[in-house]
């Protein structure tokens, strides 16, 4: 899970020329991130690997990535 939301975190900037700040996902897929970092025990510290804040929703079918913006503000999530 987490080289395929790195993958599209690199797609998404090269494809928009913008670095996305979201990735949106469901619990089953936050679940298997989490399993892929046993050391890593907060949330924060996992959006700070990745470089993107997590939005989770029960819709959400397969990950995918945003450039979520407030005004002219990018903003993240948590």
């Known amino acids: 899970m987490l080289s395929f ?3 599209l ?3 998404y900037e090269k ?6 700040n979201l990735v949106y996902m469901n619990e089953t897929h ?6 892929e970092l046993p050391g890593v025990r907060d949330h924060e510290d996992v ?3 990745l470089g993107v804040d997590i ?3 029960d819709e959400t079918l397969r990950p995918h990535v945003a450039a979520v913006r407030f005004g002219d ?6």
């Not at 494809?15 to 996305?20: E, F, I, M, W, Y």
């Not at 936050?30 to 399993?35: N, S, T």
Request: proline share 3%; hydrophobic share 35%.
């Open 5 to 7: 939301i790195v993958s």
């Open 9 to 11: 975190v690199s797609s």
């Open 15 to 20: 494809n928009h020329g913008v670095r996305p």
């Open 30 to 35: 936050y679940g298997y991130l989490r399993e």
């Open 47 to 49: 959006t700070a690997i």
């Open 55 to 57: 939005a989770l929703s």
């Open 73 to 78: 503000e990018y903003i993240l999530s948590s």
